[in-house]
């Protein structure tokens, strides 16, 4: 298990912005698919936002636009730029890392159990 280290997360209103991080002290994400999770309402871990180890990139319909991931140099962090945020973004976002492929769209249950403790972020209208 790589231990992951988030953070960015806050309180904004509607239309505001906020940037999450993640990073690992452990080693740099070479050859691991990275992304950040949301928790949904309906108890379904869902991916927001994906970057693959070879670039590619997947984003979430109703954040396309608005989120941007991307990815040190050195492959040790990745970031989630989160602009117009709306209040429906509301929720605890979870940094992944997993081997290529394995960063799956839908998880079942809590995303906690898969990926930790997560950041929370809040959006008022």
């Known amino acids: 298990e790589v231990p992951l280290v988030e953070s960015g997360g806050g309180s904004v209103q509607a239309g505001g912005s906020l940037r999450l991080s993640c990073t690992t002290p452990a080693f740099p994400f070479d050859d691991a698919d990275m992304g950040w999770y949301r928790q949904t309402p309906g108890n379904e871990c869902e991916l927001v936002s994906r970057i693959g180890s070879d670039g590619t990139i997947y984003y979430l319909d109703s954040v396309k636009g608005r989120f941007t991931i991307s990815q040190d140099n050195a492959k040790i962090a990745i970031y989630l730029q989160m602009n117009n945020l709306k209040p429906e973004d509301t929720t605890v976002y979870y940094c992944?890392?997993?081997?290529?492929?394995?960063?799956?769209?839908?998880?079942?249950?809590?995303?906690?159990?898969?990926w930790g403790q997560g950041t929370q972020v809040i959006v008022s209208s």
């Open positions: 992944a890392a997993a081997a290529k492929g394995q960063v799956f769209r839908r998880l079942p249950g809590l995303c906690k159990n898969y």
